[in-house]
């Protein structure tokens, strides 16, 4: 079928769009993280101790809260949520009506926004050339970028309904600064024309193989985000505690929700991302076994999906080893998206492999 | 390994220090109990990583042979030092399989005495309340109801089993019931499947290698080839595997079809063959296509690569006539500009004479063009389609080399024939197809046409069905292992004044803090079931 030129054009467009959106969102983000109160995200320690007084309080109540049981029942009903003396410690966010609070609001609508163009980008794409938009390497990109932006959502919200509702809405910066950087690379760099698959490529493992390893990818650049996040508020504690005087990056880890959180949120992106990963390197070993006859011949891209893997199963194995969990563990996180990329940009463009997809000549 | 519960670890819990024995066997404890700690493991998994990455950098032999001869030849020095290291073929070298080895027996390590402390928990019942639930991380404001202990605990017991904990109750002899409850072994189970599931995988893959064979062959339109190894143009047989192993069928090549698009983008290739099992002749017509192979028990025929062969008539000066097809390589994969020869040995020995002249050979060496420009050099093809096919020949005569009987490639000429002037350049053409070139001696080249090519990849790897089994394992195991948390709950029914005081600890042994939302929920439907007697709460 040929290309629809149109839809080939509006994708590119709505991309600029996209693009716009997001750096807007990435703008009022940093200006709701920079003029924010401190106090929005509570004292620097804050850690584990409240969690469980907040949890009994809570259970406490929902079980004395049984509809029969109108002595001890009350008025406060089965729906308890917190207790009230959890909220001070917890460094839940104070929301007032402050400026910042609609900043954060706004941007938040902004990356919303932002996404439904992004997904447009997608729709159009993949309608023009009638068929999955990740043929190549340029569209491999902006999907990733999708899928970071979509989980960096849930995330966010998964946090602010959670146990201890740490906002970490503030910090939508530090997602939007890596999305925007390798979308505007793909725009400009890696961008290809809209083309039909090539016949190695026109198989229902494209939509498989490549859709776990989009998915795999943009969650774990998330991870890659709190890692960084949680190494920059780690040594924020440090030097705060031993008395010491803060310098760039650490010093931003003063409005960075508690180390604690960062880390253990890191951990739960990457605990979803690499099983999808493991998925996304087996369908690939399956696919393989149907077009070049091997499940695994060390190809580039297969050693770095390798590499990939191992560095994260070692993220894993660090987190349960004491002396390796928190600094170490977060250094290895960023390691493994080091690689990630390595795999993308290096294995793409640098080394040629079976993989060379990239469609750029 | 200490403290940390979120527990991935393979290490079995510790325990107690054997008594000293004789020094050797100390050592070798220790020395077992180092490789199979969680520390090793981490170590040796960085190590893995490092050692793969040679493996993308540097030119590999099993992928391209002729890239590692460049950057032997440009690397004089340090190019022989990485050959003797092995990096060169990192994925099979002896320090490679050194780190992965190392890392299975880590894992054996692990897992034996790990399957031995899950089949036991799993076995055993839940452990005894703790004393005191309000040191326990999760716990409830102990509540009364109405209903005694007994009846109590088994409305709670009920409403734990629907929830598929595991629970055992234990009664005081002051008349109080405890129930304790656990839930989550499907994570342990999960991850001991997982690393079982490595070990399988390594066993697949090493089963394909001792057992395994592959084969590749190129095939010309109309013609057959049966799968022996002299049938092949170049194979590669696993360690356990012999010649007569193989199982016998032909197979011929009817047609070659590729398709592009104007922008010169292949959209299809489809190699149309027959196949007939045995010697019987190959009867049974199949499309092979990329990511379609012709699946055969006991082995598969991939389409790998494709190629034009022209075909040149040459009539010598005695009227003698010479015809072939010549597979020609593709020097440009894009246009399809391909290199070739093609040799006529036999050539131009005089009719009934026996005694051989070897200097009146011909051979041919040329590029062939499926779409030549219009103008200008006709080197270069523009499009990989035949739409203006054309071949740029340069004829040679003397020794072509071929009779001294060394093996040498089909493809270009002898050129140390050419350099010593045993074989002379006589002159060049580009010709049409159908055109006749007439040679200076009488002789004539006609490019009658061409013929396409198929490069078929015919291989069995035996182990690859362990392997997907065991990597689909791993997938399930890896979700069961870090999805599911183990978690304990106690309830205490304890006889009391104005009715039965029940309170309700939790534990989580893994992630604790999500443990909180399913602790309340829980406490709620135990609230709500006990519920059927009327509650009060404890008087303080």
């Known amino acids: ?361 | 390994m200490t403290g940390t519960v979120s527990d991935l670890s393979t290490q079995p819990a510790p325990v107690a220090p054997p008594p000293a024995r004789g020094g050797l066997v100390v050592v070798l404890r220790r020395g077992w109990r180092q490789l199979t700690s969680m520390r090793t493991a981490l170590l040796l998994l960085f190590l893995l990583a490092v050692a793969a990455v040679p493996g993308s950098l540097l030119p590999q032999r099993p992928l391209n042979p002729p890239k590692v001869q460049e950057y032997l030849d440009a690397h004089t020095t340090v190019g022989p030092v990485l050959d003797r290291l092995g990096f060169f073929d990192v994925f099979a070298s002896p320090w490679f399989a050194a780190i992965y080895l190392l890392l299975a027996v880590s894992l054996v390590g692990c897992i034996v005495p790990r399957l031995r402390l899950h089949a036991r928990a799993m076995t055993t019942p839940p452990p005894a309340a703790p004393k005191r639930f309000d040191r326990l991380p999760q716990y409830a404001e102990p509540a009364v109801i109405a209903a005694d202990p007994v009846a109590g605990a088994a409305a709670v017991r009920a409403v734990l089993r629907r929830k598929r904990w595991r629970t055992t109750v234990r009664t005081a002899e002051d008349g109080t019931v405890e129930i304790s409850a656990e839930k989550g072994y499907l994570r342990e189970t999960g991850n001991l499947v997982f690393h079982t599931a490595i070990l399988a995988l390594l066993a697949g893959a090493a089963a394909g290698v001792l057992w395994g064979w592959q084969g590749n062959v190129l095939l010309t339109e109309g013609n057959t080839f049966c799968n022996t190894t002299q049938g092949y143009d170049q194979y590669d047989l696993g360690q356990q595997v012999d010649g007569s192993d193989l199982p016998p069928f032909c197979l011929s090549l009817d047609r070659f079809r590729a398709t592009y698009l104007d922008s010169g983008q292949p959209s299809s290739y489809a190699a149309s063959v027959r196949y007939g099992a045995g010697d019987a002749d190959p009867r049974r017509p199949v499309d092979i296509r990329v990511n379609e192979p012709l699946r055969l028990s006991g082995a598969r025929v991939y389409l790998l690569d494709h190629g034009y062969a022209p075909i040149l008539k040459y009539t010598d000066r005695y009227g003698q006539v010479f015809s072939s097809p010549n597979p020609f390589l593709p020097s440009d994969l894009v246009t399809l500009t391909s290199d070739g020869a093609a040799v006529f040995a036999d050539a131009n020995q005089k009719p009934g004479e026996r005694a051989r002249t070897r200097n009146v050979e011909v051979a041919f060496e040329g590029v062939y063009t499926p779409t030549a420009p219009e103008s200008g050099p006709r080197v270069r093809s523009v499009f990989p389609a035949e739409r203006s096919p054309g071949i740029t020949l340069a004829a040679y005569r003397g020794d072509t080399g071929l009779g001294s009987g060394i093996p040498r490639s089909v493809y270009s000429l002898d050129q140390n024939q050419v350099q010593k002037g045993a074989l002379k350049l006589v002159g060049s053409k580009f010709l049409r197809p159908g055109q006749t070139w007439k040679l200076d001696d009488g002789s004539t080249l006609e490019f009658v046409g061409t013929k396409q090519w198929a490069g078929l990849r015919v291989d069995e790897d035996p182990g690859q069905k362990v392997v997907l089994v065991a990597s689909v394992l791993m997938v399930i195991g890896l979700i069961g292992s870090l999805t599911v948390r183990r978690r304990r709950l106690w309830v205490r029914l304890a006889p009391g004044a104005g009715g039965t005081v029940v309170g309700v600890g939790g534990l989580a042994r893994t992630d604790a803090d999500s443990y909180d939302e399913e602790f309340r929920r829980t406490v709620a439907d135990l609230g709500r079931a006990t519920a059927a007697q009327p509650v009060s709460a404890v008087e303080d």
């Not at chain 1, 109160?37 to 320690?45: E, K, T, Y």
């Not at chain 1, 990356?111 to 050339?129: E, I, M, N, Q």
């Not at chain 1, 906002?167 to 890596?178: N, T």
């Open chain 1, 1 to 361: 079928m040929p290309v629809d030129a149109t839809l080939a054009t509006l994708s590119d467009r709505l991309l600029v769009a996209a693009i716009l959106v997001y750096s807007a969102a990435m703008l009022v983000y940093a200006a709701e993280y920079s003029f924010g109160r401190r106090s929005r995200v509570g004292p620097a320690a804050a850690p584990a101790a409240p969690a469980g007084a907040a949890a009994l309080v809570g259970a406490g109540a929902a079980l004395a809260a049984a509809p029969v049981s109108p002595a001890v029942g009350g008025g406060t009903g089965p729906a308890v949520t917190t207790g009230p003396a959890g909220t001070g410690s917890t460094g839940r966010p104070v929301e007032g009506r402050s400026g910042t609070a609609v900043a954060g609001a706004a941007a938040a609508v902004l990356t919303v926004v932002g996404l439904l163009l992004h997904a447009g980008v997608l729709v159009t794409r993949a309608a023009a050339a009638h068929r999955v938009p990740w043929g190549n390497m340029y569209e491999f990109a902006i999907s990733v970028c999708f899928i970071a932006v979509l989980a960096w959502l849930v995330v966010m919200a998964r946090q602010a309904r959670g146990e201890r509702r740490a906002s970490i809405r503030h910090l939508g910066a530090f997602v939007m600064l890596p999305v925007v950087l390798l979308l505007g690379l793909a725009g400009t760099v890696l961008y290809t024309p809209v083309v039909p698959l090539v016949p190695a490529l026109n198989s229902y493992w494209l939509w498989i193989h490549v859709s776990a390893a989009v998915i795999a990818s943009g969650v774990f650049l998330v991870s890659f985000v709190t890692a960084t996040l949680y190494l920059i508020r780690e040594k924020y504690d440090r030097v705060t505690a031993a008395g010491g005087t803060l310098r760039f990056p650490a010093t931003l880890g003063a409005r960075f929700p508690a180390a604690d959180g960062l880390e253990r949120t890191t951990f739960r992106v990457i605990a979803f991302a690499f099983p999808v990963w493991t998925f996304a390197t087996i369908a690939g070993a399956i696919w393989a076994e149907a077009a070049w006859s091997r499940y695994w011949g060390w190809d580039p891209k297969e050693t770095w999906a390798f590499i990939a893997w191992v560095i994260y199963a070692a993220y894993l194995h660090a987190r349960a080893t004491a002396g390796w969990r928190g600094r170490r563990a977060a250094w290895i996180a960023v390691l493994g998206w080091a690689a990630m990329m390595i795999n993308l940009f290096g294995v793409n463009l640098v080394i040629t492999g079976l993989h060379s997809y990239a469609g750029l000549q």
